[in-house]
């Protein structure tokens, strides 16, 4: 009965009113193999089909009935439907955006994602309060054809978005973990790495591969976003996964905390971030016209990591493409970030760089 149980129906099931025998039933019955008590979540989006789900007990009362069973799903398949998302931007002092993603489409369901939705809310709540360098954008969808249809709605929009959160499954008992966004070495998974080792934190790390959640959308061809997913107990791999078991047994308040404030994190850590690029991008700038290169020529010579000023100002020039952040270059180079910040003060001065 879908009242009791809302995943005992196969979801998009087609309508069906039919007397049938258990052998005829059974091909549209599903149970998990390994725990008696759960119902599966299951689906049929996009083949037309019906069944129900069912734990273990109620297929065995089912299989021992003798006579017809009366099946009725009064369902509508109606192709004048709608698709309901939530979106909110929260401008910020750049109009450059990053992008916070969650799903909405699996009833019932409390870490998958029930967890995201609410954890999405809290996060945005917080980030109203603040007063913030970069814009973000945050959307509650149905996963992949709410992905797909957002996509198509905000196609320029999406385009101009370098990286982001996919928010998935962050509300289990079990260990933290983030999936990496589809090029390693994006700073958004340093980001995150460096946020989890600062709170020393045990964390796993999950590559990036093609199944997941709507990071397969936002990093397509077309957009190529790198998103990055932090979970607790991630989706697949936590027993009650796609079950009637992943309920508010199994999911609370204070698990679901701990994960908003590694989100925190992040956001303070990409708020943090300032990168600049240099005015004139083609050749090396003429230094010496803004007193910042020896008035003798011809006599420099590189000294290995042992940076003098100049050295270490044209590697600075030379990382400043708009791409590399004051902390990355730091680390590039092997110095600390502050003998960057205060080379970037200098050059903003002279004309020679910008934020963007």
């Given at each position: 009965?879908?009242?009791?149980?809302?995943?005992?129906?196969?979801?998009?099931?087609?309508?069906?009113?039919?007397?049938?025998t258990?052998d005829?039933?059974?091909?549209?019955?599903?149970?998990?193999?390994?725990?008696?008590?759960?119902?599966?979540?299951?689906?049929?989006y996009?083949?037309?089909?019906?069944?129900?789900?069912?734990?273990?007990?109620?297929?065995?009362?089912?299989?021992?009935?003798?006579?017809?069973?009366?099946?009725?799903?009064d369902?509508?398949?109606?192709?004048?439907?709608?698709?309901?998302?939530?979106?909110?931007?929260?401008?910020?002092?750049?109009?450059?955006?990053?992008?916070?993603?969650?799903?909405?489409?699996?009833?019932?369901?409390?870490n998958?994602?029930?967890?995201?939705?609410?954890?999405?809310?809290?996060?945005?709540?917080?980030?109203?309060?603040?007063?913030?360098?970069?814009?973000?954008?945050?959307?509650?969808?149905?996963?992949?054809?709410?992905?797909?249809?957002?996509?198509?709605?905000?196609?320029?929009?999406?385009?101009?978005?370098?990286?982001?959160?996919?928010?998935?499954?962050?509300?289990?008992?079990?260990?933290?973990?983030?999936?990496?966004?589809?090029?390693?070495?994006?700073?958004?998974?340093?980001?995150?790495?460096?946020?989890?080792?600062?709170?020393?934190?045990?964390?796993?790390?999950?590559?990036?591969?093609?199944?997941?959640?709507?990071?397969?959308?936002?990093?397509?061809?077309?957009?190529?976003i790198?998103?990055?997913?932090?979970?607790?107990?991630?989706?697949?791999?936590?027993?009650?996964?796609?079950?009637?078991?992943?309920?508010?047994s199994?999911?609370?308040?204070?698990?679901?905390?701990?994960?908003?404030?590694?989100?925190?994190?992040?956001?303070?850590?990409?708020?943090?971030?300032?990168?600049?690029?240099?005015?004139?991008?083609?050749?090396e700038?003429?230094?010496?016209?803004?007193?910042?290169?020896?008035?003798?020529?011809?006599?420099?010579?590189?000294?290995?990591?042992?940076?003098?000023?100049?050295?270490?100002?044209?590697?600075?020039?030379?990382?400043?493409?708009?791409?590399?952040?004051?902390?990355?270059?730091?680390?590039?180079?092997?110095?600390?970030?502050?003998?960057?910040?205060?080379?970037?003060?200098?050059?903003?001065?002279?004309?020679?760089?910008?934020?963007?």
């Amino acid at each position: 009965d879908f009242q009791n149980c809302n995943i005992h129906l196969v979801g998009y099931s087609e309508p069906v009113h039919e007397w049938l025998t258990f052998d005829e039933l059974k091909e549209h019955l599903h149970f998990h193999n390994d725990i008696p008590e759960a119902i599966p979540y299951i689906t049929t989006y996009y083949n037309r089909n019906w069944g129900f789900c069912v734990n273990q007990s109620q297929y065995k009362r089912l299989s021992e009935y003798k006579g017809r069973l009366e099946v009725m799903i009064d369902s509508d398949l109606n192709p004048k439907g709608s698709l309901t998302i939530g979106e909110l931007i929260i401008p910020g002092r750049s109009k450059k955006e990053i992008l916070i993603s969650t799903y909405i489409c699996h009833p019932s369901l409390a870490n998958d994602n029930l967890s995201g939705l609410l954890m999405t809310a809290f996060l945005a709540r917080e980030l109203l309060k603040k007063d913030l360098q970069w814009s973000y954008r945050f959307i509650w969808i149905p996963e992949t054809i709410g992905a797909i249809a957002y996509c198509s709605m905000n196609e320029a929009i999406i385009r101009e978005i370098d990286t982001g959160l996919s928010v998935s499954t962050v509300g289990g008992p079990g260990k933290l973990g983030y999936k990496m966004s589809w090029q390693k070495d994006h700073y958004i998974n340093r980001i995150i790495e460096k946020n989890f080792n600062e709170d020393e934190k045990e964390f796993v790390i999950y590559p990036f591969d093609i199944h997941g959640s709507d990071e397969r959308q936002f990093s397509s061809q077309g957009f190529r976003i790198n998103m990055a997913t932090v979970c607790k107990d991630r989706y697949y791999e936590y027993p009650y996964y796609h079950t009637s078991l992943d309920n508010l047994s199994y999911v609370n308040g204070k698990q679901i905390m701990e994960t908003l404030k590694v989100y925190l994190g992040i956001i303070k850590k990409l708020e943090g971030r300032r990168v600049y690029r240099t005015v004139t991008t083609s050749c090396e700038i003429m230094l010496s016209k803004h007193g910042l290169y020896p008035k003798y020529g011809g006599t420099l010579k590189p000294n290995g990591d042992n940076f003098t000023n100049v050295d270490l100002r044209l590697w600075v020039l030379f990382y400043s493409d708009g791409k590399n952040s004051i902390d990355e270059i730091a680390d590039i180079l092997g110095v600390d970030v502050k003998l960057i910040e205060d080379e970037y003060i200098i050059l903003e001065k002279k004309g020679i760089v910008i934020a963007v």
